[in-house]
């Protein structure tokens, strides 16, 4: 393939969540033809479900999907071979997502099960993570008692530009605003929750690149909430739009904001498809959706002007070259095959 870069991909393992993956699988991506070629296992590790990379070190950090949850982290090498740096307990069960702040002193995780954020320091040498400083719980229920008997914390989104975070949790219908406390390691409530809708399962949330607006996708009732981000942190809801044209079960997951401000998009698990908005206007304008091609799209990736989709049960990567002028997704055709993918970090 030349001169590619490497991405990799977390899959689900059986003992755990019942998946197929052994744990982390590299890939080399074509920059030019946005192709894959696999390379094989380079981590065999409990159910790593969501990926991350530290901003400025080659390093790899991976939330382990299990009762007993914990973040481990790695050393990126050549061909995305992986060298273990160790693990830490989180203090909670499922971690589902997690990120390194601003300053790159601190990662958060999102213990969905636990229904708590543990708080860890990250070695500023080697990027290893450390025993965390902070474990602070969320309270409440929702209106779901199968989905929303207890918090559900479901990603962990930091302020660019502060020392900020907004934590989103499924299972309270809420987001929370944070202000992280550097010196002790510790989260700072700012509040009441920033924004708050019953019913909606909020799961995840895109940040347009002006800094001003977010999106939030609710996976319970698969709408794509539009918010502004006001000087005091707190999100001012504009509107809201369905996910998908399909009828039936629906169940979103993952959502993002194009590095060009210029596009929405947001996986659609049940219709098995990726819908494409328009977000020039305050509300996000619907453009279209395609398949995925395969089944129960938990994850994608934007890298440049192609998407990579995780098809968790198909067992299947999806590779599409984006359209420069109305943003769909065209497919580039053959699937990569991928036993239960969960996650796909690119370098």
């Known amino acids: 393939m030349g001169d590619?870069?490497?991405v990799h991909i977390g899959c689900y393992t059986p003992a755990s969540s019942g998946g197929r993956g052994e744990g982390i699988v590299a890939a080399r991506r074509d920059p030019e033809t946005g192709r894959l070629e696999l390379r094989g296992v380079v981590a065999t590790t409990p159910s790593p479900s969501f990926l991350i990379r530290h901003p400025t070190l080659p390093v790899l950090y991976a939330t382990n999907e299990v009762r007993d949850g914990r973040v481990s982290a790695w050393a990126v090498?050549?061909?995305g071979a992986l060298a273990p740096l160790g693990e830490v307990s989180t203090g909670g069960?499922?971690?589902c997502h997690a990120a390194v702040l601003p300053g790159e002193g601190y990662l958060v995780?999102?213990?969905?099960t636990g229904g708590s954020l543990a708080v860890h320091p990250l070695d500023p040498a080697s990027?290893?993570?450390?025993?965390?400083?902070?474990?602070i719980g969320h309270h409440g229920c929702g209106i779901d008692p199968e989905r929303q008997e207890g918090p559900h914390p479901h990603m962990i989104s930091p302020d660019?530009?502060?020392d900020s975070l907004l934590a989103v949790d499924l299972g309270t219908d809420a987001v929370y605003r944070y202000t992280l406390d550097a010196a002790a390691g510790r989260l700072v409530p700012d509040g009441g929750p920033a924004w708050r809708r019953a019913g909606a399962g909020p799961r995840h949330l895109a940040r347009h690149p002006d800094g001003k607006r977010c999106y939030v996708v609710g996976e319970l009732d698969a709408t794509v909430t539009a918010c502004e981000i006001g000087e005091d942190g707190a999100l001012r809801e504009v509107g809201a739009v369905p996910t998908t044209t399909h009828r039936g079960h629906v169940q979103p997951s993952e959502i993002a904001v194009r590095a060009d401000g210029r596009f929405l998009y947001v996986a659609n698990r049940g219709p098995d498809t990726i819908a494409v908005f328009s977000v020039d206007d305050p509300l996000p304008r619907y453009v279209g959706e395609v398949s995925t091609g395969g089944r129960w799209p938990r994850h994608f990736a934007i890298i440049d002007d192609y998407l990579y989709v995780a098809n968790e049960r198909s067992h299947s990567v999806g590779i599409f070259r984006l359209h420069p002028e109305n943003g769909l997704p065209i497919s580039l055709g053959d699937l990569v095959d991928t036993p239960s993918p969960t996650c796909i970090a690119p370098e």
Do not use: K
């Not at 995780?109 to 969905?112: D, E, H, L, Q």
């Open 160 to 162: 660019p530009s502060g």
């Open 4 to 6: 590619g870069r490497i």
């Open 93 to 95: 069960a499922d971690p």
């Open 77 to 79: 090498g050549d061909d």
């Open 127 to 135: 990027g290893a993570v450390l025993e965390r400083t902070e474990l």
């Open 109 to 112: 995780a999102a213990n969905y």
